[in-house]
C-alpha cells in the first residue's frame, strides 16, 4: 500500500514537471528577471533576460513555480513562471505596431507616388493620342492636297494641250483667210485689168459705128 501511495506520488510530482517541449513564451513587461541555475532564488543568477525576450520553455514545476527555459544565446536556467507571458508584453507588441504602421505608411506613400506616376503617364499617353490623331489628320489632309494638286496639273496640261491645238486652229485660219484675201484681191486686179483692156475696144468699136 505504501508503495502504491508512493508511486502515486512521484508519478503526481513527474506530471507536475511535465517537459513543454517546443513552447515559447515571453518576459513579462517587468524590466528584467533573474535566470537561475535552481528552483529557488538563494541559486546563483546565470542571467537576466529584459522585457520581451523569448525563452524557450523546457520544463515547467508548478509547485515550486519555476520554469526551465533557454534563452536565445543557448543558456538554461529557472525563471518564476509569473514572469512568462504566451504573448508578448504590450510594450513590444506597441513597438511592433508602430513599426507595421510606418511600413505601411511607407507603402501608402509609394503607391502615392506611384499613382501620380500613373496619373503622369495616363496623361502623357492622352496627349500621344492627340497628336497621333493630328498627324493622321494632317496625313490625309496631304493625301487629299496631294490628289487634288495632281487633278489640277492634269487638267491644266489638258488645258495647256486645248490651248496649244486652238492656237494651231487659229493659224491655220488665219492663213486661210490670208490666202483667200490674197485670192480675191488677184482676182480684182485680173479683173480690173481686163476690164481696162476691154472697155477701150468696146468704146473704139462704138466710136466707129458711128462715124459709119
Known amino acids: 500500500m505504501l508503495r502504491k501511495t508512493t508511486f502515486l506520488l512521484m508519478l503526481l510530482l513527474a506530471f507536475s514537471a511535465i517537459a513543454a517541449q517546443a513552447e515559447t513564451r515571453y518576459v513579462s513587461d517587468q524590466l ?3 535566470l537561475r541555475r535552481g528552483k529557488s532564488v538563494q541559486h546563483k543568477i546565470l542571467a537576466s533576460p529584459d522585457s520581451g525576450t523569448p525563452l524557450e520553455v523546457l520544463e515547467v514545476d508548478r509547485e515550486a513555480g519555476f520554469s526551465r527555459v533557454r534563452t536565445p544565446s543557448g543558456t538554461e536556467g529557472w525563471v518564476l513562471t509569473r514572469y512568462l507571458m504566451d504573448e508578448r508584453p504590450a510594450r513590444d507588441r506597441i513597438a511592433n505596431m508602430r513599426e507595421r504602421m510606418e511600413r ?9 507616388g506611384q499613382r501620380e506616376e500613373l496619373e503622369a503617364l495616363q496623361q502623357e499617353n492622352g496627349e500621344l493620342k492627340r497628336e497621333l490623331e493630328e498627324l493622321k489628320e494632317t496625313s490625309s489632309n496631304a493625301v487629299a492636297l496631294k490628289e487634288r494638286a495632281e487633278t489640277l496639273e492634269r487638267r491644266n496640261q489638258e488645258q495647256a494641250e486645248e490651248l496649244k491645238r486652238l492656237q494651231e486652229e487659229n493659224r491655220q485660219l488665219q492663213d486661210l483667210s490670208a490666202q483667200t484675201w490674197f485670192t480675191r484681191g488677184a482676182g480684182v486686179v485680173v479683173a480690173g485689168m481686163l476690164v481696162g483692156l476691154i472697155l477701150p475696144r468696146i468704146r473704139f468699136r462704138k466710136k466707129r459705128r458711128y462715124e459709119l
Not at 104 to 112: C, D, T
Open 32 to 34: 528584467e528577471i533573474t
Open 104 to 112: 505601411n505608411q511607407a507603402r501608402m506613400e509609394k503607391m502615392e
